[in-house]
DNA sequence: AAGCAGTTTAAACAAGCGTTTAAAATAACG
DNA sequence: CGTTATTTTAAACGCTTGTTTAAACTGCTT
């Protein structure tokens, strides 16, 4: 395995852990047993490591996003569900990519919305415009009455829910198996968001207060 | 204003905006116009100001928030919608106790989630279980038929969306004035994620796929 | 074998962090 | 007024951070 992903490995179950502020570079090369220096060599400072971590994941799951979205909006009328669950296999491909992956990148997705100010929310948006457009396009065709505003929030309020749920996914996960004393796994969780969020999206318009 | 105070408010909005964890004790005392050593001798270390911070909240919020879902729980047969307006006039109520009330407080709400390994998590459900226990309550009897295993993940779905939300309320709401050219506020966004939340939970129970 | 590009290494750098100290300033009380 | 308490202050503490430096080492080509 070569220096740089070692580094990267370390640093993206560092990352998910403890956060992108919270993990520093020390703690990195420790664990990928390298260098300190190295990091600075390999990727040229912390920031550009971060996307480097991030863009491994995007470069595999963006096309296969794209095409199962782009797969749903060929349909007559699809359903909110149906977009919706365009995103499971994907995301669970990731686990083949790389073990704990669906986990690792569905924590650093919400890592990087509130750690540094938002830097990574510009990063993935100029980065990777497909994969935002494709989805607006399929939610827009399965609920076409929602106006635009609408869209707008309850976009963000899905993106909000998915990932702060699967960045302490790995705590609820232990809670519920405990609790409910059955065996869980991140799938368990996805399909459970998902009407969650269907229902969310599709919620009848509101009659609009005048503020 | 007595210094504590300075301290407070100046360490409020920085927590906010930053994060606990990006925010140093230089930046509030520097912002406040007190001594760096005022922190230490005022509140004892800056885990301790992070505490007085949320609680100056939660001791305003906490009755309030217990006592609406507590008459809620009165009626016959409260809706989902009515259970999560409840949280509208006790949060919204924040901003006469204080400027940017509402806006702050659940924006720190979000940082503690994600900042500080769950910490702040800790701290709010032993030191108020109380408004926890209240909505799960309001919640059961809004929706009797559902079962344990759902309500637990679709509060948390739940907590994830407004958390998520609050916590990146400030850059949501500029970029919808500018997009649809229109003022906005906390409060549309707190009425915009009602009607969203409402259908999440009260999406119909899933037919159970064997796992 | 010599030279060279690519890589790794230990050491140091300046800057920032939370916290502590002891002296100076202020307030409170007999 | 004089004497305690309380609060504020400047300075330093030890430690961690990301980054840089220059020397050592590696594997490959001529």
Not at 162 to 167: A, G, L, Y
Not at 176 to 191: K, N, T, W
Request: hydrophobic share 45%; net charge negative.
């Amino acid at each position: 395995m070569s220096t740089k992903n070692k580094i990267l490995d370390a640093a993206e179950s560092l990352f998910a852990d403890k956060g992108f502020n919270g993990t520093s570079l020390r703690e990195i090369t420790s664990q990928a047993e390298v260098n300190l220096a190295a990091v600075n060599y390999h990727f040229g400072s912390k920031k550009e490591l971060i996307k480097a971590v991030m863009s491994r994941y995007m470069n595999e799951l963006s096309p296969r996003l794209e095409s199962a979205l782009t797969q749903i909006c060929e349909k007559e009328s699809p359903s909110l569900i149906e977009v919706f669950s365009a995103f499971i296999d994907p995301l669970l491909s990731l686990n083949e990519f790389k073990v704990n992956g669906t986990s690792n990148f569905l924590q650093l997705l919400g890592r990087g919305y509130t750690d540094s100010q938002g830097f990574l929310r510009w990063f993935l948006t100029t980065q990777y415009p497909g994969v935002i457009d494709n989805f607006i396009i399929a939610v827009q065709k399965a609920y076409p009455e929602l106006s635009a505003e609408e869209m707008f929030w309850r976009l963000h309020f899905t993106m909000g829910t998915v990932v702060f749920t699967m960045s302490s996914s790995d705590a609820l996960i232990d809670i519920a198996m405990s609790d409910f004393e059955r065996e869980l796994q991140i799938s368990d969780v996805i399909r459970n968001v998902i009407p969650y969020v269907a229902a969310g999206v599709g919620a009848p318009m509101p009659v609009a207060p005048k503020s």
